[in-house]
Antibody, heavy 117, light 109 residues
Framework: QLQLQQSGPGLVKPSGTLSLTCSVS??????????WGWFRQPPGKGLEWIGS???????YYNPSLKSRVTVSVDTSKNEFSLKLTSLTAADTAMYYC?????????WGQGTLVTVSS | EIVMTQSPATLSVSPGEGATLSCRAS??????LAWYQQKLGQAPRLLIY???TRAIGIPARFSGSGSGAEFTLTISSLQSEDFAVYYC???????????FGQGTKLEIK
């Protein structure tokens, strides 16, 4: 059974870069038709898709964030990562990684990222 | 972008009763819709995909129906652990641009 474990800092300065990693266990990240994704949820609000990647390295991004987002995969470490640049207070949210075909299960435990000086 | 609209925003139901949650898409999705449950302080949990297929380990009291632009999640005989926020998610766009409804909060009456 797949499990996802997130890591990365929870506090980032304005104009800085958010970097999170999601480690996959219980199975290979190199699954055909599988998408590995990042989502976020501002406090008290709904869910927003950030971007996804396949093991081949093919990426898909939300157009609203595309200019600031990079999602990458390291198949040798069985993990994938998120970078989000030029952060503002509006980027404060719980960030989740997950995996799936086009629906997503399982999800990582979440990382609360606060953008503050 | 496909806009997803859920109704009602909040639903108050007594334990043991049933609940019906609705999700409407701004364009036809076929059956490319999933439902998630999110409890306070937890990550979302997949309940239903392909509009009506229960995910592994999901109890039979959860059922999904609908196609096109109108979808329903039905929970029969509510248990205490079912009171949570429920989201629908479309995955019809290609290249993907996944969008969610704003959620329905299912609370104890």
């Amino acid at each position: 059974q797949l499990q996802l474990q997130q890591s990365g800092p929870g506090l980032v300065k304005p104009s800085g870069t958010l970097s999170l990693t999601c480690s996959v266990s219980g199975g290979s990240i190199s699954r055909a038709n599988h998408h590995w994704g990042w989502f976020r949820q501002p406090p008290g609000k709904g869910l927003e898709w950030i971007g996804s990647i396949q093991y081949s390295g093919t990426t898909y991004y939300n157009p609203s964030l595309k200019s600031r987002v990079t999602v990458s995969v390291d198949t040798s470490k069985n993990e994938f990562s998120l970078k989000l640049t030029s952060l503002t207070a509006a980027d404060t949210a719980m960030y989740y990684c997950n995996g799936g075909e086009l629906w997503f299960d399982p999800w990582g435990q979440g990382t609360l990222v606060t953008v503050s000086s | 972008e496909i806009v997803m609209t859920q109704s009602p925003a909040t639903l108050s139901v007594s334990p043991g009763e049933g609940a019906t949650l609705s999700c409407r898409a701004s364009q036809s999705l076929g059956n490319n819709l999933a439902w998630y449950q999110q409890k306070l302080g937890q990550a979302p949990r997949l309940l239903i995909y392909a509009a009506s297929t229960r995910a592994i380990g999901i109890p039979a009291r959860f059922s999904g129906s609908g196609s096109g632009a109108e979808f329903t999640l039905t929970i029969s005989s509510l248990q205490s652990e079912d009171f949570a926020v429920y989201y629908c998610q479309q995955y019809n766009d290609w290249p993907p641009l996944y969008t969610f409804g704003q959620g329905t909060k299912l609370e104890i009456k």
